[in-house]
């Protein structure tokens, strides 16, 4: 069977999914090939999965055909895809929990595969953000607007929460899901409800989808002393051609040391994070990627002799949300004396997926299996999973407010706020315990009824479109909550939008 890899997924799911908290981190799928066979399922998942036919045969045949036989709704030929789609990617959560422990390996059915097809590409239709899932809240957040897009016209925010979309809750929402709805065709309407974390508002944004080109290089300028500059956001196909590009523009503005900027990037093509270590390594090993079904056999990337090379002092700045492929570029550098690594710890994914096309359509791949096979590591033998990589400059939030007086400001404000917020809410919660407004309003209906008298029906009460309950939002709640309380919140799926994998996983570029 051809096997398709995509050697890293972009680590946002623009979806693009940018660090979906341990749930998507964009990973490094590494190359690997095989022999020719007829296309479509492998042997061990098809004999799981089923091809829908016969029943007495495997498992999922069998619930099929009990299910199309006896439950009391029709399923069309279009569901029953569905379900058989839902069967895979339950059979790759169970992978979640120990002793596996993986959160990376995935299902990739044919609109999440044409969303990360499209992403690692580097343009699709949406509105222009990157999407992670929030750490305390179970709605999607953005990690990123691009500049140029609606998002960024309509005044989208990093960590913005995504609350709905288009009047439908997001609460527990898998990523891929989300993005799905966000996206659409160029010129389409689409209506979102944030809530921004920062005041506490709950804002409703109406947007216009349009073609997104999506750029892994974000930022690129001189700051002052002969500093370079270059913010890269993921690592996409064309991301080492484009830094590059960008190494010659600020070497011809006379730029005597350099910042590379990997704070908040999950990751993405782990052939693109070479690419950008070739431009300061002269050769040498860059990452080692160890694959268990190769007895442990490794595949080994190397810098180009041959390729021109930056020589001047580097600094990569980092922090938690970098991950995967930021996390062998980082490394890379450190390992061979390049750079100086500054910033706080980063987020600890070290392993990386092959992706293997499950079904096609004529000659495009329809459906894909993303699997973690291996392991990869630095020229220092560096185990990155689980633990990251540790600055050489330590430096977080805490001595950003140690050396700006006006962010201590600030955060001693926020501190008031909140410790008046929290007072508020207590004092409401108890009002509501004690008063149970429901309970004294029942009782004067039965006090009414038991005179004798008529009590006409009620009608229901809607908030008002440009109306939010503070009590709903302090309460962690939207107004649809109401009509999702008895569903099965769903597992995250692998973080990415097909923009990158932000396999957050995290993110997902929309």
């Given at each position: 069977m051809k096997r398709f890899n995509i050697a890293g997924f972009i680590g946002l799911l623009a979806i693009m999914v940018g660090l979906l908290a341990a749930a998507y981190i964009a990973g490094a799928a590494s190359a690997s090939t095989g022999s020719d066979s007829p296309r479509g399922l492998p042997g061990l998942l098809q004999s799981f999965v089923g091809s829908g036919g016969n029943s007495g045969g495997n498992l999922v045949d069998r619930a099929m055909e009990r299910l199309k036989d006896e439950y009391f709704m029709e399923i069309s030929p279009e569901e029953e895809t569905k379900l058989r789609y839902a069967a895979v990617q339950g059979m790759l959560n169970a992978l979640r929990a120990e002793p596996y422990k993986d959160d990376y390996s995935n299902f990739f059915d044919p609109d999440f595969y044409k969303e990360l097809s499209a992403q690692t590409e580097g343009h699709y239709a949406g509105i222009g953000v990157l999407m992670g899932v929030d750490q305390q809240y179970p709605y999607p957040r953005v990690e990123q607007v691009f500049e140029g897009s609606p998002a960024a016209a309509k005044g989208l925010e990093k960590d913005d929460i995504i609350v709905s979309v288009d009047g439908e809750d997001t609460r527990n929402m898998i990523?891929?899901?989300?993005?799905?709805?966000?996206?659409?065709?160029?010129?389409?309407?689409?209506?979102?409800?944030?809530?921004?974390?920062?005041?506490?508002?709950?804002?409703?944004?109406?947007?216009?989808?349009?073609?997104?080109?999506?750029?892994?290089?974000?930022?690129?300028?001189?700051?002052?002393?002969?500093?370079?500059?270059?913010?890269?956001?993921?690592?996409?196909?064309?991301?080492?051609?484009?830094?590059?590009?960008?190494?010659?523009?600020?070497?011809?503005?006379?730029?005597?040391?350099?910042?590379?900027?990997?704070?908040?990037?999950?990751?993405?093509?782990?052939?693109?994070?070479?690419?950008?270590?070739?431009?300061?390594?002269?050769?040498?090993?860059?990452?080692?990627?160890?694959?268990?079904?190769?007895?442990?056999?490794?595949?080994?990337?190397?810098?180009?002799?041959?390729?021109?090379?930056?020589?001047?002092?580097?600094?990569?700045?980092?922090?938690?949300?970098?991950?995967?492929?930021?996390?062998?570029?980082?490394?890379?550098?450190?390992?061979?004396?390049?750079?100086?690594?500054?910033?706080?710890?980063?987020?600890?994914?070290?392993?990386?997926?092959?992706?293997?096309?499950?079904?096609?359509?004529?000659?495009?791949?329809?459906?894909?299996?993303?699997?973690?096979?291996?392991?990869?590591?630095?020229?220092?033998?560096?185990?990155?999973?689980?633990?990251?990589?540790?600055?050489?400059?330590?430096?977080?939030?805490?001595?950003?407010?140690?050396?700006?007086?006006?962010?201590?400001?600030?955060?001693?404000?926020?501190?008031?706020?909140?410790?008046?917020?929290?007072?508020?809410?207590?004092?409401?919660?108890?009002?509501?315990?004690?008063?149970?407004?429901?309970?004294?309003?029942?009782?004067?209906?039965?006090?009414?009824?038991?005179?004798?008298?008529?009590?006409?029906?009620?009608?229901?009460?809607?908030p008002k479109e440009d109306d939010s309950s503070p009590f709903d939002l302090l309460a962690g709640r939207s107004r649809h909550d109401e009509e999702k309380e008895e569903e099965t919140p769903q597992p995250p799926a692998e973080g990415v939008d097909p923009a990158g994998e932000s396999d957050k996983a995290p993110a997902g570029g929309q």
């Amino acid at each position: 069977m051809k096997r398709f890899n995509i050697a890293g997924f972009i680590g946002l799911l623009a979806i693009m999914v940018g660090l979906l908290a341990a749930a998507y981190i964009a990973g490094a799928a590494s190359a690997s090939t095989g022999s020719d066979s007829p296309r479509g399922l492998p042997g061990l998942l098809q004999s799981f999965v089923g091809s829908g036919g016969n029943s007495g045969g495997n498992l999922v045949d069998r619930a099929m055909e009990r299910l199309k036989d006896e439950y009391f709704m029709e399923i069309s030929p279009e569901e029953e895809t569905k379900l058989r789609y839902a069967a895979v990617q339950g059979m790759l959560n169970a992978l979640r929990a120990e002793p596996y422990k993986d959160d990376y390996s995935n299902f990739f059915d044919p609109d999440f595969y044409k969303e990360l097809s499209a992403q690692t590409e580097g343009h699709y239709a949406g509105i222009g953000v990157l999407m992670g899932v929030d750490q305390q809240y179970p709605y999607p957040r953005v990690e990123q607007v691009f500049e140029g897009s609606p998002a960024a016209a309509k005044g989208l925010e990093k960590d913005d929460i995504i609350v709905s979309v288009d009047g439908e809750d997001t609460r527990n929402m898998i990523l891929p899901e989300v993005a799905s709805k966000i996206k659409g065709e160029p010129g389409t309407p689409v209506k979102l409800e944030l809530i921004r974390p920062a005041s506490g508002e709950l804002l409703k944004i109406d947007l216009v989808r349009s073609e997104v080109t999506y750029k892994s290089i974000q930022d690129v300028h001189m700051l002052e002393g002969g500093v370079g500059y270059i913010k890269l956001t993921t690592f996409a196909e064309k991301t080492a051609d484009d830094f590059r590009d960008a190494m010659e523009d600020l070497s011809a503005k006379g730029m005597k040391s350099l910042i590379i900027d990997l704070r908040d990037n999950s990751g993405g093509l782990l052939e693109a994070a070479v690419g950008v270590a070739d431009c300061f390594i002269d050769e040498g090993m860059i990452v080692e990627v160890a694959i268990r079904s190769k007895n442990h056999q490794t595949e080994k990337l190397f810098a180009n002799p041959n390729s021109k090379k930056y020589k001047l002092p580097v600094v990569v700045m980092v922090n938690a949300g970098s991950a995967s492929s930021s996390e062998v570029l980082t490394s890379a550098l450190r390992d061979y004396g390049v750079a100086r690594v500054f910033g706080d710890r980063t987020f600890g994914k070290g392993v990386v997926q092959a992706v293997t096309p499950m079904e096609w359509e004529g000659p495009n791949i329809k459906s894909a299996l993303s699997v973690t096979i291996g392991k990869y590591y630095t020229k220092s033998k560096t185990e990155i999973h689980g633990s990251g990589l540790e600055p050489d400059l330590w430096y977080n939030f805490q001595n950003e407010l140690g050396d700006d007086p006006r962010l201590q400001a600030y955060d001693n404000r926020l501190k008031e706020l909140q410790k008046q917020m929290n007072d508020v809410r207590g004092e409401a919660a108890k009002y509501i315990r004690d008063k149970d407004v429901s309970l004294s309003k029942a009782t004067a209906i039965a006090e009414k009824l038991g005179r004798g008298d008529v009590v006409a029906n009620m009608p229901e009460v809607k908030p008002k479109e440009d109306d939010s309950s503070p009590f709903d939002l302090l309460a962690g709640r939207s107004r649809h909550d109401e009509e999702k309380e008895e569903e099965t919140p769903q597992p995250p799926a692998e973080g990415v939008d097909p923009a990158g994998e932000s396999d957050k996983a995290p993110a997902g570029g929309q």
